[in-house]
């Protein structure tokens, strides 16, 4: 029985590789190579593709050398030899007049410059002023000439600075909440001891007095006199954003709520929190 079914099986087999393995001609041997070529050159080319998005990727998060030769993107450069130091009548208005009009100017300390971008204001008869301690020797400056500094130690590790405002003897000032950096870049970062340019450099009140180097010898410094800490003009924010200020939970109730805190719209270098600001 065997010996019967290998012939038919056997005679299977030539047509099966017949019809497989026939020999080609020439013609369909040259269109054989020519799609074997294309998948090759298609093949390649998606090597490529693939090798540039990682060259691509590599170059995105390849870090910018920080330094004042590489200056922030989002922060416009500035001749600093046209800059002009306002002087005290500037700031001799009410401290909630003057707050929304220091955004956008500039201080300067050596090499270093920064944009105000946040501030807040705070008045004779307001509860979260220092003003309400009365003319202590740490309060003094305050109650002082407008156009002066008044920098206070907060916590026993911030330096605060703010501008006083107002006509002598009032007891009112404006916070310097946050700034951006123009200027001095690596001084900036050695002072406060962080190696980056993203807004957490500046965004706080405390983080600007380390960063202008500041102690509490400043306070009572005239920031229209040449040298030392100034106070420069700068451009007027298109847009601006008001809320309740930071930290004064210890105020009356409707001091605590009173939208006496200014920011830059649009600007990411403000401090936190953000959610409670918004437009006037």
């Known amino acids: 029985m065997l010996l019967l079914l290998l012939p038919t099986n056997i005679q299977l087999l030539p047509s099966q590789l017949r019809c497989r393995w026939a020999p080609m001609t020439g013609p369909e041997r040259s269109k054989l190579r020519s799609k074997s070529n294309s998948g090759e050159n298609l093949s390649q080319a998606k ?16 870090k910018v050398p920080l330094s004042p030769e590489h200056p922030i993107s989002n922060i416009s450069e500035i001749d600093q030899q046209n800059l002009v130091i306002l002087g005290p009548d500037f700031c001799s208005v009410d401290a909630l007049d003057l ?3 220091l955004l956008g100017k500039y201080l300067r ?3 270093v410059i920064l944009q105000i971008t946040e501030v807040e204001a705070y008045r004779p008869n ?18 002082g ?7 206070y130690l907060c916590y026993g590790l911030h330096m605060m600075l703010n501008i006083v405002a107002d006509k002598e003897g009032v007891g009112a000032a404006v916070l310097i909440r946050s700034c951006a950096p123009i200027s001095g870049l690596t001084t ?24 202008l180097g500041l ?7 005239p920031l229209y006199v040449p040298g030392g800490l100034e106070l420069l003009d700068g451009p007027k924010p298109e847009k601006i954003l008001v809320g309740p200020r930071v930290g004064i939970n210890y105020a009356l109730p409707e ?8 920011a830059v719209a649009g600007s990411p270098w403000i401090s936190a929190p953000k959610n409670t600001l918004r437009f006037p």
């Open 109 to 111: 300390r050596d090499d």
């Open 255 to 262: 001091h605590v709520n009173a939208l006496w805190r200014f």
């Open 47 to 62: 090597l490529k593709i693939r090798a540039t998005k990682s060259k691509s990727k590599s170059k995105s998060k390849s």
């Open 99 to 101: 707050a929304p009009l």
């Open 126 to 143: 307001d509860s979260a002023c220092h003003g309400r301690f009365g003319n202590t020797a740490r309060t003094a400056p305050v109650f």
């Open 145 to 151: 000439p407008c156009g002066h500094a008044y920098v």
């Open 188 to 211: 900036i970062q050695q002072r406060r001891g962080q190696i980056t340019n993203k807004p957490v450099l500046l965004a706080g009140p405390g983080k600007v007095g380390q960063a």
């Open 215 to 221: 102690s509490t010898e400043w306070s009572n410094h």
